[in-house]
Structure formats: C-alpha cells, structure tokens
C-alpha cells in the first residue's frame, strides 16, 4: 500500500479499506465523503482511535454532543470554545477541570461519537474515501484502542440487525408516549434481551410525550444504535407509541408556551391559601372564646359564631380572588361582576347574583373590600351601576361596583 489511497466506494467498498489499512498495520487519516458530509477516522498500527464528523476544527462534533447529551450548555460551550481558541487546549479538557464534567464522561462522549461515526461509515455504498499516512497524535493506551478487523466485524453485524428494527423508530423526529408500564416489556425476558434491559429502561425514562426520538437517543448517551434499538423494542411490545403529526404539533405548542414566573405562582398559591388559613383561625377563635363571668344582672347574648365566621370568609374570599387576578392578568378588575379566573369563587361572578352590591378600593398594594349598605324596602341595587342608595356617607368607590 502506498503513501495514499484514494478511489470511490462503489468501486472499494469500505469494509475492504478497513480490511486493507488493518491487515498493512497502516498509521494516519482516512476521510470518506458522501455528498456535503464528510467522516475521519484516526488509525494508529492498524487500529481506530478516533472517527468523527469533519465540522471547522476537531473539537466542534464533541463539543456540540456535550451540549446534546445535557452535560453542558450552549453558553457555556461558547466561553470553552474562546478560551480553547486562547489556549490551544481541547474543549473537553477545559471542561474538565472547570468541573464542568468528569473524565469519563469526556471519554463516554468520545467513545459514543466514534462507534456512531463507524456505524454510519460502514451503512455506505457510494462516495469517496481518501486515506493518508502520517503521524496521529493521541494519548489512549494500546488496550483502548479498536482493531480495524473487530470494528468491521462487529459494525457489519449492527448494519444487519439495523434492518429488523429501524422501520419501528420513523425519523429523528417522531415523539413518543408511554402506553403501558415498562413491566409489559420485562415479562419473560432472557438471554440477549435481558443483558440490554438497563439501556431499555434508560430510554424509557426519557419518554414523555414532548421529546423527539434524536433527543432521547442523545440523553441517553447510548449512541444511535443502541438508543434506536430500545426505542423500537418498546414500541414492539406496545409500551411506547408514536403520536401523530397532528398530536406532536400540539405538543410542541404546549411545550413552548411560556410558563407563569415562579414568583407569580407563590403569590397565586399564597393568595388562594391565605382565606382558608383565616376561616380556621376565626373559627377556632369564636369556638374557643369563653363566656364572661354572670353576675345576677347579667343576660348572655345570643350570637351565631358560624355566620360570624362565613361571613368574615366570604369578605376575605372576594378581596384575594380581586388580588389574585391582578397577580395572573397585570390589571385589577373594572368591577366586581366579572368571571373569576382564578377558581377561587368556583368560576363564578366575583359578586354572586342577587346579594347585596360590595365594592373596593385600591390601598398602597393591596385593596380595601368596602361593605355595602344595608339594603331598604325601598331601595334596591341598581344591576347597571350595582350602587345602593345610603343615607349615611360612605367610602369612596374603587374602581367599579359589584354584586356579593
């Protein structure tokens, strides 16, 4: 073999190149192009060190599958990638010890990009290929790395297997839900099957109905080949089904909905919890309060001290159902009549129907609810301006009526 090798694969298939570069024990670089896409693959004596996509510089496919696999982010990615370029270091190791992950990961990652690179190089019957002989500069022990004669044999094997399961797993960007409990999957497991079962379960996790099936083969950091084969063995046994088109763009949309602020829903939560805590606290108060000592010119009074307490209810009940929904619409309300969104009343009028007209008033953050005048014979409130006529002043209106 000479210096260099170059031809088309319909002419060379692959499997004989790597027969060829393994049985020569041949160091240096092996690109092998289809279309726009071009892989390298590393070869020291013979044996793989490394295969990756060819992507600006040699650290760019790891350092996105970093991000991919959820171990970095974007951004952090971006100042690794900066100080790399100031350095002269690998990403990952820049990574490493800023303890942004460990060395195995680092070493998972890479191991996981090399053998998915091999798989997808031994699936091509057309293109170029183009080997020269130089120098590779690496620091993996001979024990790690990966005769070309194993690889081959072992890549021709998966290429074979791919075709019994990958109609199951349509695209990279199917979306699949949970149907049945994993259990559907374990009964009566053996041999092969049972060894592949804590990578099955690894996958299954991921499944939410929100991912796409590239982004759980990413997560799962289990490779294209081994992602995909769980992936389809659980849509085999009925565990997993994938949702239609109609159904995913659904989910995006709820995927992508903004969510209410976390300093938003603790005032919700608090606003709805504060009234029930008051009700409980004057009720016991009411329960617990002890007549006063009778003297023979004393009488007792009669009270109701559960109407007492509903009624105290119902005022605090009303003035946080006005708060909450200036919490979740940024705008207090024009009246107490309008639908309450935040199901506090049950969905209803903030004012019931037919009860006596309440009104508020706004007070620093907060509001003031203002009790309506004691209804008369002769007066009756009004359903367009929900005011009752008083004879007594009373507080300046808030900014609309309502009805209690």
């Known amino acids: 073999m000479s210096a260099a ?64 696999s959820g171990l970095i982010t974007q951004e952090r990615l971006a100042e690794l990638r900066t100080e790399s370029g100031v350095s002269a270091r690998p990403i990952a190791q820049l990574a ?8 195995q990961d680092a070493a998972q ?4 990009v090399t053998n998915e690179t091999i798989f997808v190089i031994l699936r091509w019957t057309d293109g170029s290929f183009d080997f020269s002989a130089q120098a590779v500069r690496h620091n993996r022990p001979p024990e790690k790395l990966l005769a070309a004669e194993q690889i081959l044999m072992d890549g021709l094997r998966m290429v074979d297997e791919w075709q019994t399961f990958a109609g199951l797993v349509p695209n990279g960007d199917t ?6 409990p994993i259990t559907f999957y374990k009964k009566g497991l053996s041999g092969e099957a049972k060894r592949r079962l804590p990578s099955v379960e690894r996958v299954y996790a991921l499944v939410d109905g929100r991912l796409t099936a590239q982004r759980i083969i990413d997560l799962s950091r289990l490779g294209l080949f081994d992602a995909t084969r769980a992936l389809a063995e659980l849509h085999n046994h009925q565990v997993i089904v994938p949702l239609s088109k109609r159904q995913a763009r659904a989910r995006r949309r709820e995927s992508d909905r903004p969510r209410r602020p976390v300093v938003d829903q603790v005032r919700w939560w608090v606003a709805a919890a504060f009234p029930l805590a008051v009700l409980t606290g004057v009720v016991s108060m009411v329960l617990e309060r002890a ?8 009488f007792p009074i ?52 037919g009860a006596a007209p309440y ?4 007070r620093g953050d907060g509001i003031v609810l203002l009790a309506p005048p004691e209804r008369s ?28």
């Open 377 to 404: 014979p002769m007066a009756s409130p009004s359903r367009s301006t929900g005011r009752t006529p008083s004879p007594s002043p009373s507080p300046s209106p808030g900014p609309g009526p309502g009805r209690r």
């Open 291 to 298: 007549p006063s000592a009778a003297g023979e010119a004393v």
């Open 96 to 103: 490493i010890e800023a303890g942004d992950l460990t060395a």
């Open 175 to 180: 979306i699949f839900e949970r149907a049945n």
């Open 359 to 362: 009104y508020y008033a706004r």
């Open 5 to 68: 090798l170059h031809g088309k694969l319909q002419d060379f298939g692959i499997a004989e190149v790597f027969q060829l570069i393994g049985q020569q024990r041949k160091t240096g670089i092996l690109d092998v192009t289809q279309s726009k896409q071009t892989l390298r693959l590393a070869f020291d004596e013979g044996c793989v060190v490394w295969a990756r996509p060819v992507k600006g510089d040699d650290d760019a496919e790891l350092g996105e599958r970093l991000v991919r």
């Open 302 to 353: 009669v009270r109701t001290p559960l109407e007492d307490a509903r009624s105290v209810f119902e005022k605090r009940r009303v003035r946080h159902a006005v708060e909450a929904q200036y919490l979740l619409s940024g705008s207090w309300p024009a009246d107490l009549t309008g639908r309450d969104r935040t199901g506090l009343l049950g969905g209803d009028a903030l004012t019931p129907e």
């Open 109 to 112: 990652i890479e191991e996981m």
